[in-house]
């Protein structure tokens, strides 16, 4: 098992990595990595206003479920939170989540029917792809529980 040590190098890699690849969009995609120990579940994230490129692995920031920063002074992105939190409190086995608005993540998501099943390759995703609709920006917890729901397709 990773230490938190290493999930901070390997998050911050991740952001960087992310930003050579123009994923960021401005402010509102984060990524996040579910933190190892026996106590509450907390999780690591970028701090609100840091662009991906900016992000290290001392200036991530560790946030319980309840949206509490534990370690760090910035403070978390509020839509990034209820996104992030729902995953990782509805699957334990998803130890990182990405959330981002890349140009062909949105042209899947404007189809009406989602990613299409067109070749031998895609049938790895077959039946492993959740989708969630817009709510708008999301900033209402209640949010989350439509989200893991919407995760019930491809939950064990």
């Not at 123009?22 to 190892?36: A, I, K």
């Not at 120990?37 to 991906?52: A, H, Q, S, V």
Request: aromatic content about 8%.
């Amino acid at each position: 098992m990773a230490t938190e040590r290493e999930l901070r190098q390997d998050l911050a890699a991740a952001y960087r990595l992310a930003a050579l690849f123009g994923w960021e969009d401005t402010l509102y995609t984060h990524f996040s990595v579910r933190l190892p120990g026996d106590g509450e579940p907390r999780f690591l994230i970028n701090p609100f206003g840091m662009m991906f490129d900016e992000v290290t692995a001392s200036n991530l920031i560790v946030v319980d479920m309840q949206g509490k920063v534990v370690e760090g002074s910035a403070p978390a992105n509020s839509a990034g939170f209820t996104i992030h939190s729902a995953v990782h409190m509805a699957r334990e086995d998803a130890h990182c989540v990405i959330h981002t608005h890349t140009l062909p993540g949105m042209a899947v998501a404007a189809c009406q029917d989602g990613l299409l099943q067109l070749n031998q390759i895609s049938t790895e995703f077959y039946q492993r792809v959740g989708y969630h609709p817009y709510e708008g920006v999301a900033f209402d917890l209640d949010e989350r529980a439509r989200i893991q729901r919407s995760l019930g397709i491809i939950s064990p």
